[in-house]
């Protein structure tokens, strides 16, 4: 590391003339050797110099020697010939991620500090690897460390790189010494209208005169970028001078947007505004040749290479970086990509935009062959290295105006049509006989557009054939250009998709999980100090049971008796997975003669991937997701559901999983823990995040100490924030509209109270102390200077008991229908009726390593759990039966489905099917196979052609029974009082009437079609719905109203067309204003009114009888409560 000429300010003019007088000789005569990178630099004088090459070089002996935070790898290839000649062969960088270099400040009026009037100009070069959309990461900046003793802003100088949809642009910062408003006027910054891209070299630099906003001036790659100033934009003000310490890389602690992900080296500070010329002089380029493909490609496969860090231009016009990561695939088509994972396991962005090449080695007959290219977005061509044709970008807007367009394919009628916002291009090449090397290259995003594949494919037919297939290196792997064939592929792909996603995030959180065993060995280690608890000598199967029994022997009160098996088969498959068995899966149980075939079932259905579908309706209730479509409003959020259910599929542990939740890592918009943190329209987004993190893992309601402190809880407006103040790594700052308005007298006479004032700067804290004792450990934290992390240490470590009774006690209401403290998510309210119990149940979960399912196990083999329920709450108090219970939104639309063995058949959740808005404005949710993966259509404009009508069919059956389309707000206990709409709903709504109808692909038709006595048909339609047989009289009247008919109804006709998925029919957001948009979906939700076909293999009449009985017995109270 060099150290400049430091100590006194004359030095800063001398460096500055010298700056001049070199580049005036330059002109005069030529060095006799070539200039160093260093000889330019040490030409101008810097106070400091980090080169990274030199960090064992001494200093100043004004300045101390440098430290780190976190780990800062000082050995990584730097900026090097022949690409950056200035430099030497072996030059070196610094790595940092979630790390810092640290130079203490000398003192007063130090050669670091700089004031009003004082010039500055800071360099550096920048290898930026990530940055999401937004973040502000430090190259250097002096103050806001966030170490103790200094305060929390005050920033002399900051120089940062902005993320700006894959690509970064420089920011300058600093905070007026005079910051008594305290709001964010008091800030200043300055960022470049010009970017660059990540994943490679780049030089930057910004001079600066404090008290003179005009002399701004930036610079990337040596030209001059003009910028804009924003937050209290231009001022003459001078900036915080104090003497806290210069951090290279990070600020706040190392806190984790603030923290630079990727290398920096050579960074200089100089006390003038260095020339433009001695700037451009810094970076000399040598433009590498384009990427090619530099691997093997496997046999019989299609090598897929990714790249990032490109301009954001619908251009090929740049070159090819080396790829970010490579993996093989069977075919050249494609919808989707597997999904990146960082070191947490959770879904990251790549850079948008980016490209995939897909490569192979394809065989080929001689002659002309027709090929054919879909893509979304620009595609290009080329076969043995050479250009066959491009597919073109897609320039359109998304103004609404658009005309309809109804989807076809130019090509042939025969094919399936080219979906909406896609495009094709037919080629015909000419090729000799053998192998040739066939490359797809595919451009996704760009230009804050989702970064999306479409159906992207190439595929070939013989020339005169429409008969398209695609391209795959294994002649024998044929997948057809047909409705039929594409959507089989993507059924297959999908399934692959998931395994592959699977082993990404095992392979990408590998060390992290060795983290958690580590974690959780302590947690052990920690029960192991407790005193043990007393298991009553009672009579019961397991000590859950035994517990309970005591307070049931105390009480007087007799337990319930076991609940029969049939009972106990479809409440189980309700419990663990969301729906009810079929008859197949109930005949095998029941003639099951295992004694302990009760236990084997639930190890069973544990393993099955429906658990992870049942619990998601509950944590998107209780951590409020509340993703939207189109044009965000109040508190929605981004779709975090993909991670909430990756981490349920993947049964992580409920310490890591709510850790990941605190952290708010990854994609905010694609399926990451970090749309968790957006709260749009909010003014103080981190205070609703704590509210719902205290509500969710602490049974602590904020809810009240959002806009004052609580009047019935204890809980003050400044717990709150001190809890936000974590969750953002730093002050927060009490928004006006975050508190009620009035004088202090008018103040005083309310109910509630008001103990913050508008402005009020509320420090990061742990307000529970007194209550609840999360001791911080030091040794649990991967980054201590995280406030956010020690949060989630506080939340989950062991010592805080109360963490492991709350879910443990969420996990006990969830399957016995009360809870042990009620409510479940505010404990100030209510009483716990058995203190052992929960004591028993939270450290059972802790020693499990917090096992979700292994909690689930104990309380499901329980014969408290097995037990004939009731509606009574004085024998439910004490658990001497568990409650009665209503399904669940979700439990009656996919029982629904999965009794008749249908599919939901609806829409992709998108109004924005084309692509052509900003990923900002809409996103998709996919297209929904359960009650989960739905959401508010948000067609508050109740404009036909932004209405989903399918999708609106199934959000019917969910909002009757309580399902909320927006979570503006967390909520446990949903509404479950009966209501008219709840039969109604049943007995006349579209998505029933699917149900009851005898079509192609019902379950019912199936087992119409058998040869079997009409008992036997009744008993298993009684079976399939209800998860028993009928009685003699349920039998009787069933098989009257069935037997007329009933030897004659099968017709012998061939099966008619079977339901289909609902295609996307054009209309999207570009053309939503079109009458014709509005036309085509009036009539769409006029067709789905029928319901669908019927089969075409029985007779009218007797099927129509048939669906009487489906109809009847969908329509039963027994068919909605769990047994």
Known sequence: ????????????????????????????????????????????????????????????????????????????????????????????????????????????????????????????????????????????????????????????????????????????????????????????????????TIGAWHHVAVSYVFGKPDSIRGYIDGKPSKGTWDYGGPSAEGPVVDNDELWIGSAQGTAGSNSFTGLIDEVAIYRCELPAERIAARFQMVQPDPYLTNVPVPAGKVLVEVFEGIPDAFSWDFIHPSPSERFTIDQMAAFALPNNYNRHGVRVDRGNPHVAWMTSDIDFTAGKHRLLVRSRSGARLFIDGKLVGENPFSHASDDGHHPYLKPTSKVSPSIRVVQPGDRETLFEVELEEGTHRVQLQLHMGGKKRRPELGEASLTVAPMGSDDFVVVAPDADRKIPLTDEGYLAFEAEQQGLLASINRTRRQQSSAEYAKYWDARHDYAREYLRSLEPIAIPALEGSTDIDRLVASRLTDSKLTAAPRASDESFVRRLYLDVLGITPTAAEVERFLADTRDNKRSLLIDHLLQQPGWADHWMGYWQDVLAENPNIVNPTLNNTGPFRWWLYEALSDNRPLDRFTTELILMEGSDRYGGPGGFAVASQNDAPLAAKAHVLAGAMLAINLNCARCHDAPFHEWKQKDLFNLAAMLGRGTQTLPKTSTIPGDPAALKSLVVKVTLKPGEKIEPGWPFVDHYVGELKKELLESPGDTREQLAVRITSPHNTRFAKVLANRFWHRYIGRGIIEPVDDWEQGDNVHPELLEFLARKLIESGYDAKSLARLILNSDTYQREPTSSLAQSRLFAAPMRRRMTAEQVLDSMYSVAGKRLNVEELNIDVDGTRNEAQSISLGIPDRGWQFTSLSNERDRPSLSLPGAQNMINVLEAFGWRGSRQDPMTMRESEPAVIQPATLANGVAAKRIAQLSEDSRFTLLALEDQPIEKFVEQVFVEMLARKPTAAESAIYVELLTPGYSERRTGKPAGPMPKRIPRDGVSWSNHLSNESNQVRIDLQKQLEAGDPPTTRLTADWRERAEDMVWILLNTPEFVFVP
């Open 1 to 196: 590391m060099r150290w400049g000429s430091i100590g006194i300010a004359l030095l800063a003019w001398v460096g500055c003339f010298a700056s001049l007088a070199l580049a005036q000789n330059d002109s005069e005569s030529a060095p006799s050797k070539p200039l160093t990178y260093a000889d330019i630099v040490a030409a101008d004088e810097p106070v400091v110099w980090f080169s990274m090459s030199d960090w064992a070089s001494r200093g100043s002996a004004e300045l101390t020697k440098p430290t780190t935070q976190g780990k800062v790898n000082v050995a990584e290839s730097g900026p090097r010939p022949i690409t950056f000649p200035l430099f030497a062969t072996d030059n070196t960088a610094a790595e940092f991620s979630a790390s810092a270099i640290r130079v203490a400040d000398p003192g007063d009026k130090s050669p670091l500090d700089f004031d009003l009037g004082d010039a500055i100009t800071i360099e550096a070069w920048v290898y930026v690897k990530k940055l999401a959309n937004g973040q502000q990461s430090y190259i250097v900046g002096k103050g806001r460390t966030g170490l103790e003793g200094q305060a929390a802003d005050n920033q002399n100088y900051g120089l940062r790189v902005n993320g700006e949809s894959g690509r970064a642009s420089l920011s300058f910062l600093f905070r007026s010494s005079d910051n008594r408003r305290g709001t964010t006027d008091d800030w200043h910054r300055w960022n470049t209208t010009s970017n660059f």
